[in-house]
């Protein structure tokens, strides 16, 4: 099974390696489907507004709702990540080189989003690689079934898996 994941110490940093390991590949003609979130700051000085790019051009998706100052709990709008997994499977049955993943998050961990997603592309060959954090990390260690890999979240490791994975299916061809 070709699955990993990486996990980065800052609040949005996993996102901002991800981003860069997609442009490093979609320049060297890798077909990545998937999601990349871009975090971004705003006026009233509130939580970050949170969208989601669906790879590999868009469109790019607020997944975060706006729920007011005094809110507090979860802000993800799940209409609108279920509308970038139907994008996300619809892209990935054309052909894909790689699935990123911005995030195996809670709606994941529930059985939901891109779960369904993550277990087709395994179930094409296709290598995967997700986000993860330490909240949701004992339910992706039992999705995965201690399959999955931990990578470091650096490029040149990231890079590497790939070169890794993306070699061994040439060689099954």
Wanted: charge should be negative; aromatic fraction near 4%.
């Amino acid at each position: 099974m070709k699955l990993a994941y990486t996990m980065a110490p800052g609040r949005g940093d996993t996102d901002l390696v991800l981003e860069r390991l997609v442009a490093d590949l979609s320049a060297q003609g890798l077909r990545c489907c998937g999601t990349v979130q871009i975090n971004s700051e705003r006026a009233d000085a509130g939580p970050c507004d949170m969208d989601v790019r669906v790879l590999p051009d868009g469109p790019v998706l607020r997944i975060s709702q706006d729920l007011g100052s005094q809110a507090r709990g979860c802000r993800l709008d799940p209409a609108v990540l279920e509308t970038a997994v139907g994008l996300v499977s619809a892209r990935m049955s054309s052909g894909a080189d790689l699935l990123i993943v911005n995030k195996f998050g809670k709606h994941e961990a529930e059985g939901r989003g891109f779960r369904n997603v993550i277990a087709e592309a395994l179930a094409m060959d296709i290598p995967v690689l997700v986000g993860l954090n330490t909240l949701n990390r004992p339910a992706f260690d039992n999705f995965a079934e201690g399959l999955a890999i931990q990578l470091p979240p650096e490029p040149s490791a990231l890079m590497a898996w790939v070169d890794e994975v993306s070699m061994s299916a040439k060689m099954l061809v």
